[in-house]
């Protein structure tokens, strides 16, 4: 080889690998996908963000209040068995390591009791804590940098009427090199907008509020949309769906199959007030707390502009087959493949049955109805092991919804033969779990 | 207040539509052959019937139930089914410390309505969800047989 060839040779790699880093690094923002030019708020003819009409002439407090719940702040920032706000709930990232949320109680010790609004909003638009030091993108502000300063000020004036409670943060536990905050002031020349949200004038003032609200009140997209390389939001396949924190958040794009495409509105609408849609299952784990700990706050004229929204994200194709939306048969004999393990038939029986019955429509409630939800139609049976470890116990305004958890029970080995029971008796294909899948599904769900 | 259908009767009883049905049949009923075991729909003691089907009224609530009639072990005796199942408990002496059993006799019977002659599998299938700590399943399965028989 000639030492011209080997230049050459070079020259193509680098040239690949820019391209591709330039790939990565120049995708699109959450709201590119639609038509139109935008402007700053202050210019526009409506105002997309604060708090909806009927709240409007509600103090300060008040208004940080259900934008604080918009947000979902008290998801993360609440640890297992902790108080609210408190932080310690913990982040498994494979690879990368844990970081546990901080303390957002107004402490001045542990809290945020000494934040100015200027390193407020450093620390929600730019991911910059007190001290100067790079927040982890754990944080979204790569989505919350769109809340106009106004809302996240209410936001911080709500925080501080919080009781005040001593929580140090806790020691993250990253590998190396994901431990040197210092490397994120890199991800952040890329990966951080830094910028408010910009009304869209071609779209419908519905649409820019369910954009806003979305956006960069409800980070949608940190879980439901697939991270790229630099685990950065690749909305090149926005709202397409992805794992995050053991759990499948769904694809919540146009897609016919796969997302939102064959659902009603109205479904829709019931989902997001709710949590629960006829036909469609009802909201576990990570969205069962978002639609208990914000989604259900919000106004209707606020939940139908996050259908309008939704409704306008283009189709990403995910590999989700299509969904059986016929209960199975009610004989135990008929409906599931032959040759499956008969151990997950066993443990249907005695743990299962009794309230999803045979069926999958059982007499109980219809949250436990498992016909048509995306969990038992999801051949990864994620959700559905992720379901049976951690059961569900939610607050809606039907009362209590619960379902026991068997994580302590039952063995990885059983939940797997369960979980593959379940998608195979369901949906239209059953599942391949194996027991160190439910480990490892264990492992990115942990609280500890 | 909710109205419900409970063994043939119409009753009416002053508790919210999130309370438990059988929170409803024991306290307020005063129907205490219904047992509490688990409360989270694991055990099968508190099994009653909802239009003929075996449910755990633990964990359905009084608001959800409707106009659907329920039967509890008070009145399935007045069933050919729960007759024969009843008959069929005592004639081999099922029942150890019976706790469980009441529970045991409304799926045994909900099974026979829907299944008359039940093979084993049928039986563990159906009955696998209520559970004896006596264990006193082999006689519980050789009943369900002598009254699928009667």
Redesign the interface.
Known sequence: MTARNIIVGLACIAIIVLAAMAWIVLGPGPMAFAPGSTVAIASAGSDPSGVPKELAGGDVIKRGEYLAHAADCLACHTGKDAQAYAGGFAFNLPMIGTIYSTNITPDKETGIGNYTDAQFLAAVHRGKRQDGQNLYPAMPYASYTYMTDADALAIKAYLFTLPAVHAPARANRLNFPFNQRALLTAWNMFFSPDTRFAVNAAQSPEWNRGAYLSEALGHCGECHTPRNLMYALDNRQKFAGALTAGWRAYNISADAKAGLGAWSDASLTSYLATGHAEGHGGAAGPMGEASDNSLTYLTAGDIHAMVVYLRSVPAAASNLPHVITVPAP?S??EGVTAGLDKRG??LF???C???HD?TGKG???TFATLTGARSVNDPSAVNVAQTVMNGIDRKTA???V?M?SFGNAYTNAEIAQLANYVTARFGPEGAHLTEKGVQSLRDQAAQR | MVTLQINGQSQTIDAT??TPLLWALRDFLGLTGTKFGCG???C?AC?VH?DG????SC???I??VGNRAITTIEAVGNTPNGAKVQKAWLDIEVVQCGYCQSGQIMSATALLN?TPHPQD?DI??AM??NLCRCGTYTRIRQAIKNAAKA
């Open positions: 009610a135990f004999r038939e066993k029986a005695g743990a049955a009794s309230c045979w007499q109980l409630t039907a009362g209590n619960f026991p | 539509p999130d989270i729909a694991q099968g099994t909802m089907k075996a449910v755990r964990l359905l609530t608001g959800s829907k599998a563990d299938a696998a969800g």
